[in-house]
């Protein structure tokens, strides 16, 4: 992501009424587009270039299978750029069975090359996918590591459940505010006079995980140590 490659296409019934709903949060829906070999659904956010995109197959699970939620958090060294620290936050929704497709949910930087004239942030993409890794284990040392913590949901959700919920959380979140120079605090005034709001991925996150936790399971969970007292020193800004 971002998309690049396209066809035509019709999404089926429940991808169109996912598409219904999530408008109803103010986005702007683009259609159908492929990438990857697959089939997305595509929105605008509104007033701003930033991007969400929903796997569309993943449309067609109207029923709640959905019990549990994943707070990952990884990150370490990347040698191969001279040694930068990378850290990154995202959410794996679970199924009652193993036979339920895990669903991830990530916030992005759509990069700063996609950066309006003057902006002092990247612009956010949100891509609510397929999980292709569960991240079962917590692992890690001095170069890497990945943190997994599993809890259940308030209430049995279904794929709509979950995308609607991002949708409305995310959409008050059009910015990715987070760089190691820490341009967000030193620009208090105009970030409070644009009404930019701080996030980035772990942010976003727990913003997510108060939405479908309950209240007391979600404040158990590890909090946010972002750039202050974890190794890492940028936060992942591309998918990965």
């Excluded at 609607?164 to 967000?184: H, K, L, N, Q, S």
């Excluded at 946010?224 to 974890?230: K, L, Q, T, V």
Aim: glycine share 6%; hydrophobic share 35%; charged share 25%.
């Amino acid at each position: 992501l971002p998309m690049s490659e396209s066809h035509e296409h019709v999404p089926t019934p429940d991808a169109r009424a996912l598409a219904s709903a999530v408008e109803r949060s103010g986005f702007d829906f683009q259609g159908s587009e492929h990438y990857r070999e697959q089939d997305w659904l595509t929105f605008d956010f509104p007033s701003h270039p930033s991007k969400l995109y929903i796997f569309e197959a993943c449309c067609d699970l109207p029923e709640k299978l959905y019990n549990r939620v994943r707070l990952i958090d990884t990150g370490g060294i990347d040698y191969w750029q001279g040694g930068v620290h990378y850290w990154h936050s995202k959410l794996i929704f679970l199924g009652h069975s193993a036979e339920v497709m895990p669903v991830e949910v990530n916030f992005l930087s759509l990069g700063r090359k996609w950066r309006g004239e003057g902006e002092l942030f990247d612009y956010s993409q949100v891509v609510v996918q397929r999980a292709e890794k569960l991240h079962e284990k917590s692992h890690g040392d001095q170069s890497w590591y990945s943190f997994s913590h599993t809890v259940d949901t308030e209430s049995l959700m279904s794929f709509s459940d979950i995308a609607e919920t991002v949708a409305a959380v995310v959409v008050d979140y059009p910015y990715f505010t987070w760089d190691e120079a820490g341009t967000f605090q030193q620009h208090a005034q105009t970030v409070r006079e644009q009404g930019i709001k701080e996030c980035h991925c772990r942010i976003f996150a727990d913003l997510v995980l108060r939405r479908v936790v309950e209240e007391g399971k979600a404040l158990a969970l590890p909090p946010d140590m972002d750039h202050e007292a974890r190794l890492p020193k940028v936060a992942s800004s591309e998918e990965e």
